[in-house]
Nanobody
Framework: QVQLVESGGGLVQAGGSLRLSCAAS????????MGWFRQAPGKEREFVAV????????YYADSVKGRFTISRDNAKNTVYLQMDSLKPEDTAVYYC???????????????WGRGTQVTVSS
């Protein structure tokens, strides 16, 4: 079993930055692809970014490309999401998840965290 805990969310003004962390415990996630997702009020959960187990390959949703950066530190069993140039439409609960395959989209993720709230004020 893998437990994932997100942190780093908060309130920030438009144009600002936040860095989210996803700490894994219970089992190493160094062999898992790790993804970030978000869900805004009244909307469906959507894919944000994913990183391969090695960290070499990354993919992003078009809405965050060029502003967000996903990275990982396998020695710390932690995945990060650096969010720059934040916009009010980035407001959502952000979740991390682990998959045994590199996947773009919501399906196929075996483990999910509980999320961290990100609020961007205009």
């Amino acid at each position: 079993q893998v437990q994932l805990v997100e942190s780093g969310g908060g309130l920030v003004q438009a144009g600002g930055s936040l860095r989210l962390s996803c700490a894994a415990s219970g089992r190493t996630v160094s062999s898992y692809a790790m993804g970030w997702f978000r869900q805004a009020p009244g909307k469906e959960r959507e894919f944000v970014a994913v990183i391969s187990w090695s960290g070499i390959r990354t993919y992003y949703a078009d809405s965050v490309k060029g502003r967000f950066t996903i990275s990982r530190d396998n020695a710390k069993n932690t995945v990060y999401l650096q969010m720059d140039s934040l916009k009010p439409e980035d407001t959502a609960v952000y979740y991390c998840a682990a998959s045994n395959e590199l996947r773009v989209g919501l399906r196929g993720y075996d483990y999910w965290g509980r999320g961290t709230q990100v609020t961007v004020s205009s």
